[in-house]
C-alpha cells in the first residue's frame, strides 16, 4: 500500500490531453512539494516535474503540475505514443523523514 | 555530471543477508546530500528504503527499520546497503539515488534487480 493515492490506469489517444491525479496527508504533501517522475520500462525513473509545477531542462512543455492542498495533478497535453509509461507522484513526508510515493499510474496511449 | 552505479548478488537466499554497493561518480559524498536506496517489487511501485547522510546520520522506513543498515565509505566514494532476514517479498529491483534534506530524489542508479530464491 502506496503512501500517495494514485489512480492505477489512464489512457488517451493522440493528441488528447490527459490527467493524473494524486493525493496524499499533511505530514506530506500538505507541508511539502509534489513531484513527478516518468518511468519507461526496465529504465529508472525520471524526474518530469519538480517543486509542484517546475519542468527540468529537456521536458516538453507538454508536461505540466498543480497542486491544491492534499492533492496534485500531472497534465500532459498533446498526447504522444512516447508518453506511454509509468507516471509516479512522489512527496518528502516530514514524519518519515524520507520520499514517499504513488503507486504509480500506468498511461496508455490508444 | 553525477552518476550513482549499484553493484551486488543478483540471488541471495531466504534468511541471508542481501549487501548492495553504490559507487558515486561526479561528486563527494562527503560533500553533503542525502544519498539512499530506493527499491521496486516486480510490477509494483517504488518504496524508499532509507538514506544516509555524512558522516552518519540515518533514516529508515520503519517498517524495515529493524533489518536495515546504510553506510558510507568515503575513501572509495560509496555507500552500502545491508537488508537482513530475506524473504521472498524483498525481491524486487533496488535503486540507489541522491536526494537534497527534505527533498526528492534527482539522480538514480540504473537499478539492478535482486531475487530472494533459493
Known amino acids: 500500500q502506496s503512501v500517495l493515492t494514485q489512480p492505477p490506469s489512464a489512457s488517451g489517444t493522440p493528441g488528447q490531453r490527459v490527467t493524473i491525479s494524486c493525493s496524499g496527508s499533511s505530514s506530506n504533501m500538505g507541508s511539502n512539494t509534489v513531484n513527478w517522475y516518468q518511468q519507461l520500462p526496465g529504465t529508472a525513473p525520471k524526474l518530469l516535474i519538480y517543486?509542484?509545477?517546475q519542468r527540468p531542462s529537456g521536458v516538453p512543455d507538454r508536461f505540466s503540475g498543480s497542486k491544491s492542498g492534499t492533492s496534485a495533478s500531472l497534465a500532459i497535453s498533446g498526447l504522444q505514443s512516447e508518453d506511454e509509461a509509468d507516471y509516479y507522484c512522489?512527496?518528502?513526508?516530514?514524519?518519515?523523514?524520507?520520499?514517499?510515493f504513488g503507486g504509480g499510474t500506468k498511461l496508455t496511449v490508444l | 555530471q553525477v552518476q550513482l552505479q549499484e553493484s551486488g548478488p543478483g540471488l541471495v537466499k531466504p534468511s541471508e543477508t542481501l549487501s548492495l554497493t553504490c559507487a558515486v561518480s561526479?561528486?563527494?559524498?562527503?560533500?553533503?546530500?542525502?544519498w539512499g536506496w530506493i527499491r521496486q517489487p516486480p510490477g509494483k511501485g517504488l518504496e524508499w528504503i532509507g538514506s544516509?547522510?555524512?558522516?552518519?546520520?540515518?533514516y529508515y522506513d520503519p517498517s524495515l527499520k529493524s533489518r536495515v543498515t546504510i553506510s558510507v565509505d568515503t575513501s572509495k566514494n560509496q555507500f552500502s546497503l545491508k537488508l537482513r532476514s530475506v524473504t521472498a517479498a524483498d525481491t524486487a529491483v533496488y535503486y540507489c539515488?541522491?536526494?537534497?534534506?527534505?527533498?526528492?530524489?534527482?539522480?538514480w542508479g540504473q537499478g539492478t534487480l535482486v531475487t530472494v530464491s533459493s
Open positions: 561526479g561528486y563527494p559524498i562527503s560533500s553533503g546530500y542525502y
Open positions: 512522489a512527496a518528502w513526508d516530514d514524519s518519515l523523514n524520507g520520499p514517499v
Open positions: 544516509i547522510y555524512h558522516p552518519g546520520s540515518t
Open positions: 539515488a541522491r536526494h537534497s534534506a527534505g527533498g526528492i530524489p534527482n539522480y
Open positions: 517543486s509542484n509545477n
